[in-house]
């Protein structure tokens, strides 16, 4: 079973940049798909970012393209996500999430994940 850790959050003003990561353990890195959501107060769940278990595959959120970057180091089993410009909308609980498989055309979908860490809040600032 995987275990996620995520850190990073923060309060920042409009503009700023912020990286959180997700520390991930328990199964070989390269073999899942991971991704990252966010829920703000009395939203739903939204869809982020995802990357491919090789790394070889990104995907975006339409709210954030443009101005986040997911990447992973695998010899740190370590996600990151790199977001610039950051907007008040962007106020939420960020989750990393881990996939049981290695890609998925479903990426975009909560479901797809069956492991989520405990979130980190990230707050912007006006």
């Known amino acids: 079973q995987v275990q996620l850790v995520e850190s990073g959050g923060g309060l920042v003003q409009a503009g700023d940049s912020l990286r959180l990561s997700c520390a991930a353990s328990?199964?070989?890195?390269?073999?899942?798909?991971m991704g990252w959501f966010r829920q703000a107060p009395g939203k739903e769940r939204e869809f982020v970012a995802a990357i491919s278990g090789t790394g070889g595959s990104t995907y975006y959120g339409d709210s954030v393209k443009g101005r986040v970057t997911i990447t992973k180091d695998n010899a740190k089993n370590t996600m990151y996500l790199q977001m610039n410009r950051l907007k008040p909308e962007d106020t939420a609980v960020y989750s990393c999430?881990?996939?049981?498989?290695?890609?998925?055309?479903?990426?975009?979908?909560?479901?797809?994940?069956?492991?989520w860490g405990q979130g980190t809040q990230v707050t912007v600032s006006s």
């Open positions: 328990g199964r070989p890195f390269t073999s899942y798909l």
């Open positions: 999430a881990a996939s049981p498989f290695r890609d998925s055309s479903t990426y975009y979908y909560r479901t797809s994940y069956n492991v």
